[in-house]
């Protein structure tokens, strides 16, 4: 460790890796909607279909005092943000219902890029007229397939037809930007499935980016017992995706994200850049203070009950202050804690690794043994990582082992 970033909160900026995120935003904002219309088997999320007009009403209520009390934890030279709507499902109301809470933020910060995710069975041409109107200029489509069967298998309720009416709608509100959610390495995949043809159509449709995910099987939903493709499938599958983006002009972003558009919001994430989470459920990273240099990482809301696989237990009526109680993780945020989770995202994204930073982090003698090591000089040979002069990241392909690689470079890194 070079001391001259011992003690330097900034250590990634000093290093150069903020240089590499093109942005005025340098904090974010995500609040939680944890209402559904129905639960879909595989997601783990919080959640729940079952609630009121009062429970929404004082959830909303609720939002607006836990923005106040964490502006404050803010300090003043941050003044621009990203602002994020996730769930759940936040379209399943009116944009008026978010109105307060986005008049708070705004007297606070100036607001860029805006998303909203979005359920095409929920949807209307009325609705997205309406984000736009507050101030919405991105929508994530939870799109998963065109294909029926699968659509049928992962227990979503729109039709394919309904999808491409969203694209339409979102096109005529104004809406610059919509990006489209994908599953792949579903099980028992049809055969009239092609990955690639979905992600031509959806283009063809509006779509301005699709984000790819592997279906996860957690055993807290009614999916506990289901099972991925063959690994060979989800390869194959993989590469059809990044092929079929790379025809339309989707750059990869990262791992699952492809778009021609940079996702400003997600890469916060990737960068080690605070964010505030609102809502029960949600996670957050404080901005770096003097007393705590490398910020402090929260969850709001109790430990979740399950009514059913899936469908959540939150206490509205009961214990509804709960809901957006913080619990933050024990001690301080560490350099090293900070540097193992940069590892584990940067390797990620399409840049990857910033040699420059690298060195202004790292020890000479840790890095050293960092390039000297098998496992590394293998994959340097076969192609697997590739360094240019600025540069150490995994090919496209090998993006889909991402995680594998990063758990591995952060145990050589930070042993």
Same mark, same amino acid.
């Given at each position: 460790?070079?001391?001259?970033?011992?003690?330097?909160?900034?250590?990634?900026?000093?290093?150069?890796?903020?240089?590499?995120?093109?942005?005025?935003?340098?904090?974010?904002?995500?609040?939680?909607?944890?209402?559904?219309?129905?639960?879909?088997?595989?997601?783990?999320?919080?959640?729940?279909?079952?609630?009121?007009?009062?429970?929404?009403?004082?959830?909303?209520?609720?939002?607006?005092?836990?923005?106040?009390?964490?502006?404050?934890?803010?300090?003043?030279?941050?003044?621009?943000?990203?602002?994020?709507?996730?769930?759940?499902?936040?379209?399943?109301?009116?944009?008026?219902?978010?109105?307060?809470?986005?008049?708070?933020?705004?007297?606070?910060?100036?607001?860029?890029?805006?998303?909203?995710?979005?359920?095409?069975?929920?949807?209307?041409?009325?609705?997205?007229? %309406?984000?736009?109107?507050?101030?919405?200029?991105?929508?994530?489509?939870?799109?998963?397939?065109?294909?029926?069967?699968?659509?049928?298998?992962?227990?979503?309720?729109?039709?394919?037809?309904?999808?491409?009416?969203?694209?339409?709608?979102?096109?005529?509100?104004?809406?610059?930007?919509?990006?489209?959610?994908?599953?792949?390495?579903?099980?028992?995949?049809?055969?009239?499935?092609?990955?690639?043809?979905?992600?031509?159509?959806?283009?063809?449709?509006?779509?301005?980016?699709?984000?790819?995910?592997?279906?996860?099987?957690?055993?807290?939903?009614?999916?506990?017992?289901?099972?991925?493709?063959?690994?060979?499938?989800?390869?194959?599958?993989?590469?059809?995706?990044?092929?079929?983006?790379?025809?339309?002009?989707?750059?990869?972003?990262?791992?699952?994200?492809?778009?021609?558009?940079?996702?400003?919001?997600?890469?916060?994430?990737?960068?080690?850049?605070?964010?505030?989470?609102?809502?029960?459920?949600?996670?957050?990273?404080?901005?770096?203070?003097?007393?705590?240099?490398?910020?402090?990482?929260?969850?709001?809301?109790?430990?979740?009950?399950?009514?059913?696989?899936?469908?959540?237990?939150?206490?509205?009526?009961?214990?509804?202050?709960?809901?957006?109680?913080?619990?933050?993780?024990?001690?301080?945020?560490?350099?090293?804690?900070?540097?193992? %989770?940069?590892?584990?995202?940067?390797?990620?994204?399409?840049?990857?690794?910033?040699?420059?930073?690298?060195?202004?982090?790292?020890?000479?003698?840790?890095?050293?043994?960092?390039?000297?090591?098998?496992?590394?000089?293998?994959?340097?040979?076969?192609?697997?990582?590739?360094?240019?002069?600025?540069?150490?990241?995994?090919?496209?392909?090998?993006?889909?082992?991402?995680?594998?690689?990063?758990?591995?470079?952060?145990?050589?890194?930070?042993?």
């Amino acid at each position: 460790m070079h001391s001259q970033t011992l003690n330097d909160p900034l250590f990634f900026e000093t290093g150069g890796l903020a240089g590499d995120f093109a942005a005025p935003a340098r904090m974010g904002i995500y609040v939680h909607v944890p209402f559904c219309p129905h639960i879909c088997p595989y997601c783990d999320f919080v959640k729940t279909s079952r609630f009121s007009r009062k429970d929404i009403a004082a959830y909303f209520s609720g939002l607006e005092k836990q923005f106040d009390s964490f502006a404050k934890l803010v300090p003043q030279d941050i003044s621009d943000v990203t602002l994020y709507f996730g769930g759940g499902t936040p379209s399943l109301f009116p944009a008026g219902y978010f109105s307060a809470i986005v008049e708070k933020i705004s007297s606070r910060f100036r607001i860029g890029e805006f998303t909203v995710e979005t359920n095409p069975f929920s949807n209307s041409e009325k609705i997205f007229r %309406e984000w736009q109107m507050l101030g919405v200029n991105r929508v994530t489509l939870g799109v998963q397939s065109l294909e029926p069967a699968v659509l049928g298998y992962l227990g979503r309720k729109h039709t394919p037809d309904d999808v491409l009416k969203n694209l339409e709608a979102v096109r005529s509100a104004g809406i610059g930007q919509v990006q489209t959610d994908l599953i792949f390495g579903v099980k028992n995949l049809p055969e009239q499935r092609t990955i690639t043809n979905e992600i031509v159509r959806l283009e063809q449709g509006g779509a301005t980016g699709v984000s790819c995910y592997l279906l996860t099987i957690e055993e807290s939903t009614p999916f506990a017992h289901e099972f991925n493709s063959s690994d060979e499938t989800i390869e194959s599958e993989y590469q059809d995706i990044l092929s079929a983006c790379a025809a339309l002009g989707f750059a990869q972003y990262e791992t699952s994200n492809f778009s021609r558009h940079a996702p400003v919001h997600n890469r916060l994430y990737w960068y080690g850049l605070p964010y505030l989470g609102l809502g029960t459920g949600a996670h957050g990273l404080l901005p770096a203070t003097e007393n705590h240099p490398f910020g402090r990482r929260y969850k709001v809301g109790p430990p979740v009950l399950k009514r059913t696989a899936g469908d959540d237990e939150l206490p509205f009526s009961t214990a509804a202050e709960s809901l957006f109680s913080t619990d933050f993780y024990e001690g301080n945020r560490t350099r090293e804690m900070a540097l193992q %989770e940069l590892l584990l995202t940067l390797l990620r994204t399409r840049e990857g690794l910033p040699l420059r930073w690298l060195k202004a982090v790292f020890e000479d003698a840790v890095l050293s043994r960092f390039w000297s090591d098998p496992r590394v000089r293998r994959a340097l040979d076969s192609g697997q990582f590739e360094m240019n002069t600025t540069h150490l990241k995994l090919s496209a392909p090998e993006r889909l082992r991402g995680d594998a690689w990063s758990l591995l470079v952060a145990s050589l890194l930070c042993p």
